[in-house]
């Protein structure tokens, strides 16, 4: 549970109030009655009092807000969607950038490419999108903002037919720690835009995306099929294969998790331990029952609800299941290869799962995202097959340090030197986000953040301090 800090700001209410007077959107302060809803983020892990939170209507207050941080000298801290699992979009007596309110999306069907401001859900651009029968890969919980998304790397349903979404990333906006507004694509601040792409938000505050969109739905087949927990390690190995021979547009995930009180799953397995096969088929609907069926008859199955849904639809389906306002620590581990060792070490780890809100993914890569080159974006890990997901969560601060004890135990376990994913590597330990890159990778991005913020000033997020 992180500290909630009650002192007095460091920043003179006058020099508040006359930094508000010039934004074209809001100043929320300490004791103002939208204060406590504005402060508090998806994970309740993280209690923080910001001394303001500057909900910015525009580019020019986002330019404001970085040159008021960067003059007073105060933390700084940029939320887009708020899902942040260390709590990087909130910070104790300094500044909250809020892009909440800069939802702004235009959708180009005739050259398939959507420009998204930085205060989007995906939510938000999955239905604008979807209106022309276009997606791009988005996340598994609509409610997460496309802005730490993307700059992490991105996976979601469409991953092994189109890339993660910083490989579908052609262009960004984005505010400077020097509070200027540059581009950034291939042609312009190239050196900029491949950091951008998996490099997290060292860089700037990026205002706007510009994404390439692929032709999907409006209908896939998708869902999940359910088995009992004493087959685990049948399924699992099952899985192994049958993802080895998937084809590129059917991207999956080994969940094992414990039975929600669905109507779907039958009442006696309600709260119990279960395993369940997740995938999403983004080939043409009507093969998506022959497509799917190695990976439906894995063992003695439960419940299978695969069939044809609506894009947004699944998009969603996660949602209720990740709600807003629990203790949440999330973990992982890239593994090349899933060997017996691995998987293994998986069933030993689901077997020690601390409560039922706590769970293991496994998802399957390669397709598209091995196809990149490593050094194209500063997401290098292309040559890993796999990505371990470890979700710790409780309901309340109780028992909270116990289930990240055991999340840490399970990448350990996996071995030291598994390479984690940007956004998924717990609190933000530096020596986490150093393994989160390839030490070519990694030098390359210190460079880019001695050019870009050498004074650190971005430094609430999976750092790379800029060098001494």
């Known amino acids: 549970m992180t500290s909630t800090q009650t002192g007095p700001s460091r920043i003179g209410q006058a020099t508040i109030a006359e930094f508000a007077g010039g934004l074209r959107g809001t100043a929320v302060l300490p004791g103002d009655d939208d204060y406590d809803r504005e402060r508090s983020i998806w994970n309740a892990a993280h209690d923080r009092r910001p001394a303001v939170i500057v909900r910015c209507a525009g580019v020019a207050d986002v330019m404001r807000t970085v040159d008021f941080a ?20 909130t910070v104790d007596d300094g500044i909250v950038l809020d892009l909440s309110l800069m939802k702004g999306i235009r959708v180009d069907p005739d050259t398939r490419r959507v420009t998204a401001e930085a205060g989007c859900l995906w939510k938000d651009l999955d239905a604008e999108t979807q209106q022309f029968g276009l997606a791009v890969t988005g996340g598994l919980v609509s ?9 992490g790397g991105g996976i979601g349903w469409l991953l092994r037919k189109y890339g993660l979404t910083c490989d579908n990333l052609v262009g960004a906006d984005v505010v400077t ?34 994404y390439q969109l692929h032709e999907v739905g409006p209908t896939v087949y998708c869902g999940l099929v359910f088995y009992p927990a004493d087959q685990a390690e049948q399924v699992l190995r099952g899985y192994r294969e049958a993802s080895a021979q998937a084809p590129d547009e059917l991207t999956t995930l080994f969940n094992m998790t414990t039975a929600p009180p669905v109507p779907f799953l039958p ?38 609800i695969f069939d044809a849904r609506p894009y947004v639809a699944w998009q969603q389906v996660l949602d209720p299941l990740l709600p807003r306002g629990l203790h949440n620590y999330f973990r992982s581990a890239f593994l090349r290869t899933a060997d017996d060792a691995a998987l293994q070490s998986l069933l030993d780890s689901y077997a020690r799962v601390p409560n039922a809100l706590s769970e293991l993914h496994l998802y399957r890569l390669g397709g598209a995202v091995s196809r990149v080159a490593a050094d194209a974006t500063a997401f290098a890990q292309r040559d890993q097959e796999y990505l371990v997901e470890v979700i710790a969560r409780t309901p309340t601060a109780e028992g909270f340090g116990e289930v990240v004890q055991w999340a840490r135990g399970v990448t ?42 050498p004074t650190n000033l971005f430094r609430l997020n999976q750092n790379i301090p800029p060098a001494a």
């Not at 409610?143 to 700059?151: K, N, Q, R, V, Y």
């Not at 720690?177 to 950091?195: P, R, T």
């Not at 009442?267 to 995938?279: D, F, L, Q, T």
């Not at 043409?284 to 439906?296: H, I, Q, S, V, Y």
Request: with cysteine; proline share 4%.
């Open 267 to 304: 009442e006696s397995a309600h709260g119990k331990p279960i395993i369940a096969v997740v995938g999403c088929w983004s080939g043409d609907a009507d093969a998506g029952e022959a497509a799917t069926a190695a990976f439906r008859s894995l063992g003695t199955v439960v419940a299978d």
């Open 143 to 151: 409610s997460t903002g496309i802005a730490g998304l993307t700059t």
């Open 70 to 89: 960067r003059s007073e000298g105060v933390p700084l801290a940029v939320r887009g969607g708020g899902h942040s699992i260390p709590g990087f979009s």
């Open 412 to 453: 350990s376990a996996l071995g030291p030197d598994a390479a984690m994913y940007v956004n998924f590597t717990g609190d933000g330990d530096a020596s986490n986000v150093v393994a989160a890159y390839p030490p070519d990778t990694y030098r390359r991005l210190v460079a880019l953040k001695n050019e870009y913020d």
């Open 177 to 210: 720690a020097e509070g200027q507004f540059v581009h950034a694509s291939a042609e312009e601040n190239a050196e900029l835009f491949w950091g951008l792409r998996g490099g997290g938000g060292n860089f700037g505050v990026v205002t706007s995306f510009e």
